[in-house]
């Protein structure tokens, strides 16, 4: 019977305890004492705004929206004017912690309502032209300066994302725990890194791939020992959930990636809407708010913040299927970080529409710059003002 | 078991006894069922109730005789020997005829148990009398010392437990004589729990368990074999594989994808099988115990009509029964909380193709629930030809109302329509939507655009897709020549009523044709996928090929004896070699 | 002739396995404990002449005609990874790969598996003979043109993508011509498109007014166009480094680069001959050349698989290159791999390790530590030698032994 992964992690694992006493010459880098932690959720579609954060108050609402219109008293209060969506009940208790902002209006301006071409302007960030690099994908470049390891993961199958493809840094696919297991054998690794860490003076392309590869190992290393750690919260049997834990795991393990990027699909409600829309923001809200009950209970709360966007929002009026098409700008999620939450930005007027759409009150790439400045305290790089996230 | 004991010989001992000879062990009762010797508990039970034709038989025996004349088995004996060599040598090895010394040592029954958690075997036979087993193992015994070169020595280390004699061979088995019962076991304790049944008349053995009883009554006295598999004990110690299946046949999502009564045996707690053997080929009939059943997806939940038969040269078709309006309609209770937004999902999606209708609700119901499959291989047109060719599927359901089948075209059109911006995004030509009457059918159907001369024709051109509707029957399928087919022979005729039962029929032979026509493609995959060196690839699509050309159909049904029994019946019918 | 080019003539008992090793390796994909024997004792000569052969089986060569209808990308990955594993034609699959890298085009967005293998076929038959039907072939691949956008190229509207990237990557290198000469050369190659699978020029889509091109003038059209990149000095450099680079060392110098791009003229363009001279020179065999590139996943599971004697199936090794960085037919971008250290990134050294791991579990039954150290690292470097003694005293350890010497970093300096 072959060797399960199951069990070659687990080999692993017995090894890789070893493995920081065999390294005596390199000892493995703890994180520093809070760092902070990015984890970018993309809602791929286009997440229908107005029904996320429902503006209860205005007639046009229900004028616009005769069969989707939300009603209010099964609303989750925000604050006066606007509601959240009955099926995001399970971020309540994240509300009341003050871990939950809301930011109104997200958007650039000349809104694209292509998926391809939206996405690429949210993951490069820059609307008028067509980036090579992502913005979490500069940011890791700028993170490996100094300190190397693997700053960016994508906790994803199928293909790196553009909002993490950097011009140095490399983000490896990590889908579910096993992927960047360690394939062992006995007594491979304690001669491996006795052969690594040989001081025998060789310089250029093999000190290179000694200090690479020993990274390499590392990681691979630690990863394991992060992943070790179980989990006593109760996350719900979902892909999204599964991935969150896997997140979770990592940071409260103490793995040294600062930014992670997935998504959850399913948001293009062109038709029939309501039940496929509460059902993805169900899925959503009980991901999350197990997700933040695991970070605190790991203790690490305070050092993730969690941005939850899609490519554009939907249209304000409801279309003759009983759904809504591609949309302008919509609410943009945020948990954790330095403010207090609620509400945040420029509410939307639906009797201020643009071409049928919420215009955008807030640009993306203001948070994007508080982000990177406030919250990952890197150089600012966005020719932008800052969002104030407290 | 010992794998040093030929298959053809079972191990039964004779011996000199040792010292003073005990008295004489009473004879078994007659009617004894061998079920009543075998500990309870062994997770698996075979037994061969009508094996003795086969045996008094041997190769004379109109199943044998039918078997060896395939192509598969023709193709085995020039390979490794016929079978008259093996029995010379099996009757070589033993100093006597085999096969009538293996029918007089189990005559009134053999069985075997089977334990996985402690990988321990049990046979169990019954000689017509005390001498013949003596006699039998005496034989065999003697064979074994010739061959290792040891006379004398296996039959002199043996111990006498009350009225057995016991031998040991070495760590591998313990061999044991009580007057007409031999068994033969990997462990002591079992051995011993053999005897102690044997010894007391009135002992149930395996019939102790009540689920096994039931069905042991009910079995076919003269099935070649009979087995009983405990699935759910054998679980623990299965792979992932077994695992798996059973998951799918306890969950409601595999019962609507494997349909109620495959799920159902997937899923049960046990399960009883019955081979015969016939001279057309090997029945097999498996049935459930303890079947978990989705009953609102079983046939017979609704009333239902079925679609009529075709009458063509088919390499394949089913006759299924999926409630899907009826899955759809109880979801909430069927599915757990996750799977409800998949669901959400796909009635919007449905909604799309469907003019706003809900699939389950509005749309399905007018569906009947019994569906008929039926793959052929179709004409190409010459410049469409595939260079690869997969066979046409198509699928035929019941509309109650005729109208109802322009939802369905509207729904294809949408279809086509979506895949055709996609390809167009891509830069690709997508399929081109067709209407066409022919012998007063309306079909629609799209297809690819023609392949450029010399450009080579690639898989999406097995792709045609058509529908059309004849009376109440609704075809859709993958190709447009075998829609038209299929709507010939479905005109003028009216459904059937439900009371046919689900059902597989395939036609390897005809399978056979297409594998040949692909056989340079399978070999070079093989090659590629697998690494193997092309005379190796080549040998094994020939084989492959032999094995389907050795079966002219094979027959897969349920079969509902009584309500609440479910049976599924398997007959592959043997195809004998061309001259 | 430069002196760096000279004919390499090995003093007795320099043509030995490091030696032998080096020019497998190099101009092929590595060798078969077999084969390096067989090179030794057949001498430098006749060793190079047999990498030009090419013995292909048949059935292999031919086993993608009847897959290409299946539009798979992997089988068609699946099946130059068999060719270059295979072994038949050493040089000719180097050389494929390298102008595949060079030309570089991804089934990303040419979403033709047909046209992925005709271009394939190009590089392969083109690639060892006149780089000036190379560089005339592929710009009327219609893979080519499918990727760089020839098919919009238009009077009128002008498409530069092929044009800036002929100019810049393929055969000049950047500052040998400007932004006008990229317009203007675009201009002369519009017409140039695809019908169905094949190349067609539409005089009506030609731009056919007057054009000024590195500084000719004339009613250029596309192959004149490539004439004149052809003839400017910069071209035979460029390819030189190319060779340079895939073959000696990474950053040639200047002395290096005009050596071999006066061999290559001199040779009238033919890569074959040029290589003959490369591959024979001293600077070839020179230490600075030993050693001195970093394996790409291709290079280095193909040499691993051959060395070991391991049947993989190619399918599985394509898909391993894949998760190694180096996915066959689907390079990033028009720039090809960036190779070298680029190859190395965390998440990729995890998968080379793994892929090789399991090789070494494959082979271990047939093969021990000490042999494959031997094979695979002539040079015996006694740390290395130590650690596999010590491993391979363990009766359990041979696949820890041989995993060892194929996960060590000198192993990787191909």
Redesign the interface.
Known sequence: MPLTRRQLVLDGLRVSLLAPLALRARPVPAPEAGERVLVVLQLTGGNDGLNTVVPHRQDAYYRLRPTLALQRSKLHALDDDHGLHPALGALLPVREAGRLTVVHGVGYPDPDRSHFRSLEVWHGADPRGTPRTGWLGRMADRIAERSGGMPALCVDDGELPLALVGERVFAPALPDESSLALAVLPGLAGERDGALTVADGATGDLAFLRAAARASYDAAARLEQALARGTAADYPDSPLARRLRLIARLVTGGFDTRLFHLTLGGFDTHAHQAAAHAALLETLARALAAFEADLAEGGAEGRVLTLVHGEFGRRAAENGSRGTDHGAAAPVLLLGGPGTGGPRGTAPDLDALVDGDVPYTTDFRALYAAIEHDWMGLERTLPIEPFPLR | MNRALPLTAFAVLCVLRPGLPGPPPAPLVPERAIATLMPVGCRVYLEGPGLEPLLRGGLAHPFLAAARATPLAKALEEAGGSLEQALERADAWLGAPALPLAARMTQRGVALGFDPEHEAGLLVAVASDAAAAEEGLTAIFAALERQHGVPGALRSAHERWEDAEVWFLGEEAVVARRGELSIVGKRREDVRAVLALAADPGARGMLACPDLQAQYEARAPDAALWAWLAMEELEAFGDEGLRALRRVGLAPAGQGLLGAELGALCGARALALSLALEAEGPELSVRAVGAPHVASLAPGARAAEQPAEVAGEDLGSALLYRDYARFLADRATLF???A??AF??T???G??FFA?R?LGSEVLPHVSPWIRLVARAVEFAPERR???TLPAVAAIAVLDDPAEGEAWTSALQTLIAILGVEQAQ???AGLGLYLSSVDGIELTSARFPAP?PG??????YNLEPAMTVVGRHLIVGTHVALVRELARELEGKPPLDGSAQEQLRLAPRALAGLLADNR??L???K?????LA?ADALEEIAGLERVLESLDGVRIEVRRPTPDVHELWLAPILAVAPR | MSATLRAWRPALGAWDRPAAAHLLRRAGFGASPEELEQALGAGLDATLERLFEDRTPPELDGSIQALLAAESLELLQAWWMARIVAGGAPLRERMTLVWHDLFATSHEKVQDVRLMHGQNELLRRAGLGDFRLLLHGIARDPAMLVWLDGRSNRKGHPNENFAREVLELFALGPGHYDERDVQEAARAFSGWGTEGRSFVHAPEHHDDGPKTILGHQGRFDGVAALDLILAHPACARHVARVLLEAFVAPMPTEEELEGLAGTLLASDWDVGRTLRVLLRSELFFAPRARRARIAAPVECLAAASRALGARVPPRTLARRASAMGQALFRPPSVKGWEGGRAWIHAGHWIARHNALVELARQAAPSRNGFEVLRDVLPEEPPALRAAVERLAREPSSDPAAIAFVLTAPEFHLY
């Open positions: 757990p909380a996750e409800q937004a959400a999902e009635i919007t999606t909604a799309l706003g809900d595939p260079e690869i891509k830069g690709q450029r450009e080579g024709v690639d898989l999406r340079a493609a070999v070079a995959h090659m590629l996928a697998e690494g092309h």
